[in-house]
């Protein structure tokens, strides 16, 4: 069945620095899947934070930015200077032909101030 | 304002109990799901719904039921909760496959 894979359950960054949080995804029903990154604040149900449907797009949102990448089969999420209310959990995720989600185990970010 | 509404947030109920856990979407949302959330794990669907009385099992429906009889409701209902089942479950509705409307989950203990 599909897959995603999220090698880091915790990331904690400074302030102003860059974030990279990794992703790679295998789908053995559709050669290209939808990709998505999924956030969820303290409290909060989980919100789309960013999505591309075609492989070899970019998708931004907020500052953060994924690309999709077929050869390596990775969509990791990156930011140039995250802020403390970016302290959240992010899931990335890919759906095939219907609208089943296959979800990540989740990153959790900390933010130093 | 688009919305996703679970019902309760918290609840704890003793093995053999039976359950209910209510979800509400505001968006007039034809499909809605129930997944939940372990930790380690990432989020499994139980079930999904294409609309009223329209449901389809996800990966993991063993020891559930769901209940959809009006297009902004959707239901889980657990008949003799058991100790596995203690988790966080979240609802979601979606109006196209490429975003879905997640509600704030409702954390379950079954002791």
């Known amino acids: 069945g599909d897959s995603v894979t999220q090698t880091e359950g915790q990331v904690t960054v400074s302030e102003s620095k860059s974030l990279i949080i990794n992703c790679t995804y295998s789908a053995t029903s559709i050669a290209y899947p939808n990709l998505f990154w999924y956030v969820r604040y303290p409290g909060e149900g989980l919100q789309l934070l960013l999505k591309?449907?075609?492989?070899?797009q970019k998708g931004s949102s907020r500052g953060f930015e994924a690309t999709y990448n077929k050869e390596t089969t990775s969509f990791h999420l990156q930011k140039a200077s995250v802020q403390e209310s970016d302290s959240a959990v992010y899931y990335c995720?890919?759906?095939?032909?219907?609208?089943?989600?296959?979800f990540g185990t989740g990153t959790s970010l900390l933010v130093d101030p | 304002d688009m919305k996703v509404t679970q019902m309760p947030r918290y609840l704890i109920k003793r093995m053999g109990e039976n359950v209910l856990l209510e979800c509400g979407q505001d968006?007039?949302?034809?499909?809605m799901y129930w997944y939940r959330q372990d930790p380690g794990l990432g989020l499994q669907l139980i079930y999904i719904s294409y609309d009223v009385d329209s449901n389809s099992e996800g990966d993991i429906p063993k020891g559930y039921r769901v209940s959809r009889k009006k297009r902004e409701h959707f239901s889980l209902i657990l008949d003799s909760a058991k100790t596995n089942q203690t988790s966080v479950y979240f609802c979601a509705s979606s109006l196209s496959r490429y975003e879905q409307y997640f509600g704030p989950g409702t954390r379950l203990t079954v002791l």
């Open positions: 995720a890919l759906s095939d032909v219907g609208y089943k989600l296959t």
């Open positions: 591309v449907i075609t492989a070899g």
């Open positions: 968006m007039s949302h034809e499909t």
